[in-house]
């Protein structure tokens, strides 16, 4: 049964049209990628999607609901740049999402933190980038969410790191939950994708089961998207 519907969804920023009728249905239990050049509206999927935009013309909604406080509390968001108070701890961070988040998991975080090797006296805004990147994409996972949305999560990141985040996502997302991921950077998550969206000028492309993408093309997906489309 499908989590996430758009309905000729379609988001301008003034002149300028980020996404263009958009019809998409996506299912529980899948792996998603969201993926294109930077400006073909992942992004801006991505915020419609956790309420941060609302749309122009058409229609989004998270388990028929329209995005809101109620589906906020089932949805867990990561966004592409960093986002928590850079002068908490990690004992103040898991007190935060113990508090704001009914369906945190603080022994899940705690797990990933100890194999992290990061202690919870060192404020996020002493930590590495590479390290900063973890803890966020550790504590959004701790959710036992049933949509989690991840904006460009291994953007910007060592590959050493890359590895770690897509096997935190992998490995700790609910089986019964849908993970959304917007990337421009193809090879490094095709492995854990079962589905891809393909977004060109704010329309949808490309809308395809992966493996049968592969199969059907003969290609793998990135080199498809290079071939095909000629932007990457």
Not at 111 to 126: A, F, I, Q, W, Y
Request: hydrophobic share 40%; proline share 5%; with cysteine.
């Amino acid at each position: 049964m499908s989590i996430l519907e758009c309905r000729g969804l379609s988001k301008n920023y003034g002149s300028v049209q980020a996404l263009n009728n958009i019809d998409l249905s996506l299912e529980s239990g899948r792996i998603v990628g969201l993926v294109g050049p930077n400006g073909s509206g992942k992004t801006t999927l991505i915020k419609l999607a956790q309420h941060l935009l609302t749309p122009t013309a058409g229609m989004i909604t998270i388990d028929g609901m329209l995005p809101g406080p109620q589906t906020k509390a089932f949805v867990s968001y990561l966004p592409d740049r960093d986002f928590l108070p850079q002068w908490m701890n990690l004992d103040q961070l898991t007190v935060f999402y113990h508090e704001f988040f009914a369906d945190f998991n603080p022994a899940k975080s705690a797990d990933m933190l100890e194999s992290l090797g990061v202690t919870g006296n060192m404020p996020l805004g002493k930590m590495s980038k590479g390290t900063r990147e973890k803890v966020q994409l550790i504590f959004t996972m701790s959710r036992e969410a049933r949509v989690y949305l991840l904006d460009e999560p291994i953007a910007g990141v060592d590959p050493a790191t890359r590895d770690y985040i897509l096997r935190t996502i992998l490995t700790n997302y609910s089986e019964n939950a849908l993970v959304l991921i917007s990337t421009h950077l193809i090879t490094d998550v095709e492995p854990i994708l079962d589905e891809v969206v393909f977004l060109q000028n704010g329309t949808i492309a490309l809308h395809e089961n992966a493996d049968a993408l592969r199969e059907r093309t003969g290609k793998s997906i990135d080199g498809y998207f290079r071939e095909v489309y000629r932007c990457f």
